[in-house]
């Protein structure tokens, strides 16, 4: 039932039970190479059937490499509560901060909410940094993005699905600017934190945010964590 929860937080389109270490492999796509369903000791696949409806606009992008890493994802003119992007420990390098970059255009007026979501492991935890939103003559829609302003978390909320009453919230241990990061280590439940902006139909929003995937043990071939972002 936890895998079940985390899944359906996390949008995922199916998922691994696996019985014999209590974790959850969340899939997001299928390709034309998959060979199908595998029956494989103490796993239960799960998947969930989603109604028809029109697909977003993509632009095809590119993945930039330096050494200060940058992904660009796609652009989304899809409706409210679409999932941006998922990002997983196969597409991003650990021990490092890479800087991620999306574009989106407003389906709707007013108030508009991007959610990140995290999933941390018993081998990979997440450190969140600089996250932005301009419009396109570049105005800042976000409060204290760095969170540098406070020893709170100004202009955020947060909060957790599952069994994640502690280790996670702000720290000092790890970040990419200034003195503060957001940090999460909770393996048992899903971690959230959103902002909120007042939104304008047509308008074009660039999105950015850093992440650093912090390895902490070497992990086995189901030990995956994961980072959504979705936006309503």
């Not at 989106?104 to 932005?132: E, K, M, Q």
């Not at 999460?184 to 899903?190: A, M, N, R, Y």
């Amino acid at each position: 039932m936890q895998c079940t929860c985390k899944a359906l937080t996390m949008s995922a389109i199916g998922w691994n039970c696996i019985r014999s270490n209590n974790t959850c492999q969340l899939f997001y796509n299928y390709f034309t190479g998959d060979t199908g369903l595998t029956s494989l000791t103490n796993i239960t696949f799960k998947f969930q059937q989603f109604p028809n409806r029109s697909l977003s606009t993509t632009k095809t992008v590119a993945m930039v490499t330096s050494n200060d890493q940058m992904t660009t994802l796609g652009e989304t003119t899809q409706a409210p509560s679409s999932l941006l992007c998922n990002i997983t420990t196969a597409s991003l390098p650990s021990n490092n901060w890479t800087l991620f970059t999306t574009t989106y255009r407003g389906t709707h007026a007013g108030n508009t909410s991007l959610i990140f979501y995290f999933v941390a492991s018993p081998s990979y935890n997440w450190y969140f940094d600089d996250a932005s939103v301009k419009d396109s003559v570049g105005n800042e829609k976000f409060i204290n993005g760095n969170f540098d302003n406070s020893t709170t978390l100004v202009g955020w909320t947060d909060g957790y699905n599952g069994v994640c009453s502690y280790n996670y919230g702000l720290t000092t241990s790890n970040y990419y600017s200034a003195n503060t990061s957001y940090y999460d280590s909770c393996t048992l439940g899903v971690i959230w934190i959103s902002q909120n902006f007042i939104g304008s139909v047509g308008e074009l929003y660039n999105i950015s945010f850093r992440l650093y995937l912090n390895k902490v043990s070497s992990p086995s071939s189901f030990d995956i964590a994961q980072m959504n972002l979705s936006i309503v």
